[in-house]
């Protein structure tokens, strides 16, 4: 069974820093593009970033550049974002989900980490 | 930055009623876009992929059709379970982007 597990989440102050993790299981975690999405309260869903099965390629949603960066650990199935110089707009739920296959869909979503950023 | 808009923003029906959601790009994403339907509380769950495709378990009675900037999630026939908010996104160019969700609630 697929599994996406996030952690890292809480309260910070602006201009501080969280790191999220997110880890895989009950798949070849190496074998697939994966990303961050990231829903801030009673709002839609906004994609951030996403990067290649070998961290060779990361791309952003534009709002993030310079602030966030995806990263991959394919020997620990873990996927993490490092989130600096925090806004109150970046106060969301951090999803990490799996770019399946073929499709490129995020056809698996873990159950979502909380970032509030307040001071 | 493809800009995503889904139609309408609330869809008002009864179980058993069909849905037809929309959804519309800026500029063409040829085949690449995904719908997703999400329950409070709960994290997005992928029903239809590269238009038309369904998602491993997803029933038959969601489809999705369209191609290049004009797209539709059609529910045929309305089970209690099936009232939530649908999202679509598409994977054609970065930055990948969401449209606003379709409400669809019991009328």
């Known amino acids: 069974e697929v599994q996406l597990v996030e952690s890292g989440g809480g309260l910070v102050q602006p201009g501080g820093s969280l790191r999220l993790s997110c880890a895989g299981s009950?798949?070849?975690?190496?074998?697939?593009?994966m990303s961050w999405v990231r829903q801030a309260p009673g709002k839609g869903l906004e994609w951030v970033a996403n990067i290649k099965q070998d961290g060779s390629e990361k791309y952003y949603v534009d709002s993030v550049k310079g602030r966030f960066t995806i990263s991959r650990d394919n020997a620990k199935n873990s996927l993490y974002l490092q989130m600096n110089s925090l806004r109150v707009e970046d106060t969301a739920v951090y999803y990490c989900?799996?770019?399946?296959?073929?499709?490129?869909?995020?056809?698996?979503w873990g159950q979502g980490t909380l970032v509030t950023v307040s001071s | 930055e493809i800009v995503l808009t889904q139609s309408p923003a609330t869809l008002s029906l009864s179980p058993g009623e069909r849905a037809t959601l929309s959804c519309r790009a800026s500029q063409s994403v040829t085949s690449f876009l995904a719908w997703y339907q999400q329950k409070p509380g709960q994290a997005p769950r992928l029903l239809i992929y590269d238009a038309s495709n369904r998602a491993t378990g997803i029933p038959a009675r969601f489809s999705g059709s369209g191609s290049g900037t004009d797209f539709t999630l059609t529910i045929s026939s309305l089970e209690p379970e099936d009232f939530a908010v649908y999202y679509c996104q598409q994977r054609s160019n970065w930055p990948w982007t969401f449209g606003q969700g379709t409400k669809v609630e019991i009328k």
């Open positions: 009950g798949f070849t975690f190496s074998s697939y593009w």
């Open positions: 989900a799996r770019a399946g296959g073929g499709s490129g869909s995020l056809d698996y």
